[in-house]
């Protein structure tokens, strides 16, 4: 069994190949051969002010791939306010100011754990590749301008993402942040070898651009039907960034999965007191076609280049680590990557 850190799934996570095979995965999940269980996160209280414990699980299974994946993450979050706008903030407080999230993978020949990785990367990777697929089956094919608001690690995942399935060449960055701007559009315009532009607002950003990728942690709306111009396709990760005009002026509009919500536990009696608790819209999510389809061929997609189309990829699925996770694992095994402790630590002799 292998161990693996951050620096091993970086090296071995190749984003050409890895598209691939979630791409893959999802023709897969079309054809019945995949499974999902939705995302779970409960709540108990933390002695910080505005801050709550939350612990997410979700796993997924690919029978082509032979894994199954179970994601999990032990947080505190905390609501801030960045530059008038309310965050929630994931808070560094394991030992040595770090965070725990992990994707454990499983054999479903054997049953047995193949391996151990943590989940920052492959959770960036996941999201932004779910979103180069929506761009690749949504976006004008001659697409070259890319508006990209936010500078976190989602923008920067989305942004290798991006470029390797469209032709982009041009990116408008904007934050609230002026140095973070100044910083992604250096380091980043050096990494991708693109003009990289820093600008001061989301108008100027998206004004006659090809596309729009939202990659944030906002909690309100940051994009308006008004600003989707003719033959643009817009992107957003989360749907607290997208006001609801953007579903009624994009003439095609699909999502990440239909496959139910996050499921919410709280304390009894304490449903609506704590803070952090981000709850989805109540939203008929089966009226939309979602990223199964448009890879299966059986969804509506682009048919002209005047057409406006919006994909939001609204909730993550385990699937994704199962496939991510695959790509990765075997990429460690090529590359001679990672710890290996033996397996039988983790077997027993006693019938469960």
Known sequence: MLILNNHDVQKALDRDECL????????????????????TQSYLPHSMASSTYSFKSVEGGIAKFNVMA????????????????????????APGGK????????????????AIMPDGLIQQARVAI??????????REDSATLAL????????????SLITVRPISVVRVFSPNPVHRKEFVKTMGAE?????QEVSSVEEAVKNCDIICTATNASKSIITGTMIESGMHYNAIREFEVEESVFT?????????????VIHY????????????????????????????????????????NQTTFFLNNIGTGMQFAAVGYSVYFGCLKMGLGHEVPTDWFLQDIKP
Request: proline share 6%; with cysteine; net charge negative.
């Open 130 to 139: 779910t979103s180069a697929l929506g761009v690749k089956y949504l976006a």
């Open 266 to 305: 709280l304390p009894p009696g304490q449903e609506d007191d704590f803070p952090g608790v981000r709850r989805e819209k109540d939203r008929d999510w089966g009226q939309f076609p979602e990223i199964t389809d448009l890879v299966a061929g059986h969804g509506p997609t682009r048919i002209n280049d």
């Open 149 to 160: 608001i936010g500078t976190g690690d989602q923008a920067r995942a989305h942004l290798r």
């Open 20 to 39: 691939a095979i979630c791409e893959d995965a999802y023709r897969e999940l079309g054809l019945s051969r995949a499974v999902n269980r939705p995302t």
């Open 70 to 93: 179970l994601r999990i993450c032990s947080d505190i979050v905390r609501e801030e306010e960045t530059s008038g706008t309310l965050r929630l903030n994931k808070l560094p407080l």
């Open 249 to 261: 002026r994009c003439d095609v509009v699909a999502i990440h999965t239909r496959f139910g919500g």
């Open 192 to 196: 991708c070898g693109i003009d990289l």
């Open 99 to 114: 965070f725990v999230g992990m994707v454990q993978l499983f054999s479903i020949e054997t049953g047995e754990p193949l």
